[in-house]
Every structure is written in structure tokens, then in C-alpha cells.
């Protein structure tokens, strides 16, 4: 209908930073690459390209932080929350919006997959869309390849994307736990969460546990995220008391099997992202009866 706005809202988790964008998208694509990976935590990165007059800031500009990995671009995220924000792209003239920021049903579904040769084993690459191995034709950024720490002994490891947090376990995880909730959804910035899940026994930090800044939504809600308060990059988690150390998928460097999977809160799905895999979903959580099987 002519008139009717089609700009949609877009927050970092807290709530702090604010924006809107409009379309059309330049583009809508998923990216794979190590340092995506490890910005959101996620098992890769799905962002928009948008026009400066059709980006708009609402609020909390003054909240992020200008981080920058590498000379290309910035990797911007909230001081607060540590969620990915919005960067002026490789190419000046566009915005690159985080797709797990924006609000409602975009009208639009991502389009293309780069940097698959850097692709994490678990994510998942079976949709028809066109893949490439690193930036796509007509792009000619220099490609930064990040140092992979990997502690010796270690089942697993992982680092932050500025290095300052690292982290080992001794056991490898059973299984990869997806969670599309609008909170897993903004924290990560991405089309959902992935974590892996060990125990509290086999875990250890290597360094920057100090670096790591937790953000918790007021109460009563209970929902928290912890991150680099250097970088931004999601960072393992253990709620107090737990058993369990919550391990972003993104962040780990050791070369991991092919886990099952489970998805979580897949009824708050963002409408433009489509599970194509066998694993089980649930609306929210599963049934008390299967969480032993799942999360044992
Ligand atoms: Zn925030
Ligand atoms: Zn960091
Ligand atoms: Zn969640």
C-alpha cells in the first residue's frame, strides 16, 4: 500500500542502541568467516547492505564501541550488552546491518553464502544458494586470515576475536544447542545462537577471564550474556551454581566433529531464516522428559 512505512527497527539486546532501516537491501548474505564467527559467537554471520538515507540511528549512539580488527571496517558493538551493531561497510556508501538486530519480517530472504572455505563443520550449507569461498566476485578486499590458538592437551579451545579471552576443555561437547529466542537471536546479532555445552570440571580459562563483562536483563527475567568487554565477542558463560559451561559455537578454533544438534524456541524464529536439517525443534523448550537425552 503507498504510504505505509516499511522502515523496520532495529536494537542490540539491552535495548540501549537503536535504528531503523528501510529497503531495498544491496545485499543479504551470510557470511562464514573466523572473524564473524567469533564477533557474534555464532555459527556464522548474517547482515544487510542499506543505503545511508535508508539507515537511520534511534538512539545510544553514544554506547558503542569502535572496535576494529583489521583496517577494512569497523566491528562496532554495545559497551553495555556487547551486541554486534551496524558499521559503515567495506563499501562507504552502505550500511552493514546485523540481521538478528532487526524486528519482524524483513520482506526478504538472504540471498548468497561467503567465506564458505572458512565455514564451521556445523553449520549448515544445505540450502541452494549461491557459495562462495571467500568474498564474492567484484569484491576486492585483501582477505586477513586470524591466528588460531589452539592450547595443547585441550579436547577444545577457543579465543575472542581480539585474542584478550581464551578458553579450553578437556572433553570434547555432545551436542550442538541452537536457540532462536529474540534474546539469543540480539545477543549474537545473528539468525540464532549456538552454543556447545560442557562441564564446569573439564573447562578452564586460559586467559582475559577479567576481560569478560556480563550483561543480564533486569529482573524478573533471567537471561544473560557474557562477552570480551575488548572486542565484543561472546564469551562462555556458566549461569552461577551450574554445571555447565556454555561454549559459543563461534568461538571455538579446534576442529570439531559433525555434533547433533537440537533447536530451541524455533515458534520465535526470525521469518527469513529456514531450518533445513532433521534434528529435533521445539517451539520453546522440550518437554522435561527429553532433557536428559538431549542435554545429558
Ligand atoms: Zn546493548
Ligand atoms: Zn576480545
Ligand atoms: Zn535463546
Known amino acids: 500500500m503507498r ?92 550500511w552493514h546491518v546485523p540481521a538478528g538486530l532487526l524486528d519482524g519480517d524483513l520482506g526478504a530472504h538472504p540471498r548468497t553464502h561467503i567465506f564458505t572455505a572458512s565455514s564451521s563443520p556445523l553449520a549448515p550449507l544445505d540450502d541452494a544458494l549461491p557459495k562462495h569461498a571467500a568474498y564474492p566476485p567484484g569484491i576486492t578486499l585483501p582477505i586477513v586470515e586470524i591466528p588460531r590458538a589452539r592450547a595443547a592437551s585441550a579436547a577444545v579451545s577457543g579465543n575472542c576475536l581480539c585474542g584478550s579471552v581464551s578458553f579450553a576443555a578437556a572433553a570434547e561437547p555432545r551436542r550442538l544447542v541452537n536457540c532462536y529466542c529474540s534474546l539469543c537471536r540480539r545477543s549474537r546479532a545473528a539468525a540464532f545462537g549456538s552454543t556447545l555445552l560442557v562441564g564446569t570440571d573439564v573447562f578452564r580459562w586460559i586467559r582475559g577471564q577479567e576481560r569478560v563483562k556480563r550483561y543480564a536483563l533486569p529482573a524478573p527475567r533471567q537471561y544473560a550474556t557474557d562477552f570480551c568487554a575488548d572486542c565484543g565477542s561472546l564469551a562462555p558463560s556458566a549461569p552461577a551454581g551450574s554445571a555447565t559451561v556454555m561454549l559459543p559455537a563461534g568461538a571455538i578454533d579446534t576442529p570439531l566433529p559433525r555434533l547433533p544438534a537440537v533447536h530451541l524456541y524455533v515458534g520465535s524464529k526470525a521469518a527469513w531464516h529456514e531450518i533445513r536439517d532433521a534434528w529435533p525443534q521445539f517451539a520453546e523448550l522440550p518437554p522435561p522428559e527429553r532433557l536428559t537425552e538431549l542435554f545429558r
Open 3 to 94: 504510504g505505509v512505512s516499511t522502515s523496520i527497527r532495529g536494537a542490540c539486546l539491552c535495548g540501549a542502541i537503536a535504528f531503523s532501516v528501510s529497503p531495498p537491501y544491496r545485499w543479504f548474505a551470510h557470511c562464514h568467516c573466523s572473524m564473524c564467527r567469533k564477533h557474534h559467537g555464532a555459527l556464522f554471520a548474517t547482515g544487510l547492505g542499506v543505503a545511508h538515507d535508508a539507515f537511520r540511528w534511534l538512539d545510544g549512539t553514544d554506547e558503542i564501541v569502535h572496535y576494529r580488527a583489521t583496517a577494512a571496517f569497523e566491528r562496532p558493538f554495545c559497551r553495555r550488552c556487547g551486541s554486534t551493531v551496524p558499521a559503515v561497510s567495506h563499501d562507504e556508501r552502505y
